[in-house]
């Protein structure tokens, strides 16, 4: 078993397959990751503002994290005219599931920015807008990392179903390896698969310690 | 284009047979059930162990958060491919996906209760069992019933998936409808796993309202409304997007 | 009787929390272990009902070796009331205290039979029985801890920082409470807290504990404030001792004076030039009447002055204090547990009482106050 690994891997055309994978699979994972943070602050933000509008943006979101990815990936082809293969519509589903995933975290995040603070920002003269970046926003990154974190696992995790459709980064390799019924790809698959994960995990939780230094000299999370 | 969908949808002759959807709804409901069930059977008891002792509570995050990192696609073809059969090896596969958030869930409900009730539980002089049966399980069921919920989720999202090597339920509609380019079957079959995950998700919802005692809505409530600063941990506790973040809040 | 033999708390890390307490807490009484943050307070208490095993030596209630009894049953006979209150958030308030009752077998109907009985106790209506703990305020909760404390009638009982989590008005009340509860049950309870003032307030004796779990200094309170051991336990129990000190010195050894007194609606004509003081028909103080103020009124109360605070007999000697401060004759009324006038003293007698206990040799104070 080992000894076939080693030599699929010896293969310089599967190297190079394996790679161009692995760096698909790479931005199909993180640009939704960025996309869906980006959408979700501002949601996040209107939703810790009003009440109707919170409860209707949670339900939201709860509704669509309960479509399964499958179905995401060829129903939006069909709503946004793209062609099925297109990694497109990859980007855009993960997209809108890690905003789905976030927007509570981020509502969560402003709700637990002590009160005070945000009084004691507005005595000072910050401006609404200003204040949220200046203050709020910086106090919810550690609720915010949490959510990241979790959106980050399980977009990598989930960018291998879109090889169903033809675009799926390191889920090709398992689709190539099933239909030659040949297990080495597979293994090399679900192995770079974890290692990814935990790569970006451990990048998402240094880059959480630098943008909160406060966090570490009082010891708290 | 829904036009289309719509008459696929309506048209007799998908509503009966074996490849009918009356027959392939059950059959996905059927393997989500059996798949929940064992999960379950799995999960709630390690995690009561584990949250109740405080023991191996590092090494379970460390565990459920990389099978969380599995990707289903790989598990699925790679168990098919070694042992062979569809059904075994998809009902593995998606045990091994829903016990994490089962787990998680139900010890991250036992860690949840907090530590002065734990505490008084047993200065009072209650044993071990009673402090578990009367005290952390009635506190554990608002977590441990999101994990469940996401657990299902998860199941309905992975048999679709795993119709990949073989296997019935409404997954067939999608995979069956791309090879041969029929969108509108596709996009039928979608929409049918997407109505059934909300469908489940909804009648989760109403059993977790029924079973969660109304003094811990009570006080999450009060919790809520009195602003005071929640950690981490408690993102979120009661619904699915929710559920997810707060097992990831681990490690 | 709680005894601690030559205790020793090493916990595994090898945090020595205990070093050799010998202790004994006598039965039917309030004490108080007091002492700054992380000195092993609650070590100790928790080596009583066995959340916690001593290293070395041995924990004794009423003769017997905690060790020797099975904890689960032991617990149910010692309350246990904590911070937080550890309510259970999603039992009923009547449940809550149900609790022990329920573990020892009793029917459900007679303990809440029972639990009822026990809000009352605590000066909680019985409607709130149906509330949820998130339903109720700090304080109400607390008082539910204790409830659900004493529900089983046990002897003892053991109290962790129970009011630390409340506001001090409403902390004030509580500690009142307890002393009120105690003067009817007689417990033996043994109260931790950090606070010196509620150490003071509420114990008859004062456990004072110094960093590393060392028992600096065993005493009554007022022994305490007059002569702490040790530099330590000076600098714990403060500066303003002295004043601190009047709060638990009744006024027995002051001796009362007479002023001239008048009935409500038949002052005297003419006015005399003192102080007078107006009694009501049941002899209790109205206020005072200013000495020589002459005649010519319409309505002769009009001239009486409210008079200050009133100091009841037996009652802490800050009080006697307050009064002769706030009274315009410069005089603080004392009058008897029915209200009815005693007598009255000057603040320099009170404060010449304070010097003379201070001076007394060794300790023989009388009994004290305020613990009824
Ligand atoms: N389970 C434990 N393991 C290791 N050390 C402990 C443990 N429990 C308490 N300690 C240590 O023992 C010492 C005494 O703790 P204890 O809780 O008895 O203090 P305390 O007097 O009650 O303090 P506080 O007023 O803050 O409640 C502290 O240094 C504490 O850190
Ligand atoms: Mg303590």
Redesign the interface.
Known sequence: MLGDIVQYLSDPFNQDRILGYLGEHLQLSLLPLVIGLAAAIPLGWLASRTRSLRLTLMGTANVVYTIPSLALFVVLPGLIGTQITAPINVILALSIYTAALLVRPVVDALDAVPGHVIAAATAMGYRPLRRFFAVELPLSVPVLAAGVRVASVSNISLVSVGALIGTGGLGALFTGGFQIRYLPPIIVGIALTLLLALVMDLLLVGLRRALTPWSRVGGAH | ?LQEILSWLTDPAHWSGPDGIPHRLLEHLGYTVVAALAAIAIGVPLGLFVGHTGRGGLALVGLT??M????????V??L???LGSTQTSTLIALVVLAVPPVLAGTYAGVQDT?R??V?????????GW?RLWR?EV??ATPLLLGGIRNAV?QL???T??AA??GLGGL?RY??DG?RVYA?PK??A???L??AL??VL?LLLAGLQRVIV????R??A??R?RG?V????E???TD????A??????NG | MIEFRSVTKRFDDGTVAVDNLNLSVDAGTITVFVGPSGCGKTTSLRMVNRMVEPTEGAVLVDGADVRASDPALLRRRIGYVIQQAGLFPHRTVLDNVATVPLLSGWTRRRARDRAGELLELVGLPTELGKRYPAQLSGGQQQRVGVARALAADPPVLLMDEPFSAVDPVVREGLQDELLRLQAELDKTIVFVTHDIDEAVKVGEKVAVFRQGGHLAQYAEPDELLARPADDFVSEFVGRDRGYRRLSFLDASGIELRDVPTAREGALPEPRPEEWVLVLNAEDRPRGWLPPGSTVDTGSETAEVQPGGSLYTKGTPMRGALDAALSSPSGLGVVVDEDGRYAGVVTAEEVLEAIQQRRAEPEHGEPEQGGFG
């Open positions: 284009m958060n990389g969380r990192a599995l990707p289903t696609l790989g598990l073809t790679f098919f491919l070694v907090p002065g009730v505490d008084a539980a047993q200065g009072m002089g209650m044993t009673q005290v009635p506190n989720l309905v999202a992975t679709t998936v990949f090597v997954g999608v995979l791309l969108y596709v996009a079959g979608a929409l796993v997407a995950a909300v998700d005692p109304r003094g811990l009570l006080a409530v009060t809520r602003g600063a929640r950690e981490p408690r993102v979120g619904v699915v997007a929710g997810v973040a707060r097992e990831g809040a």
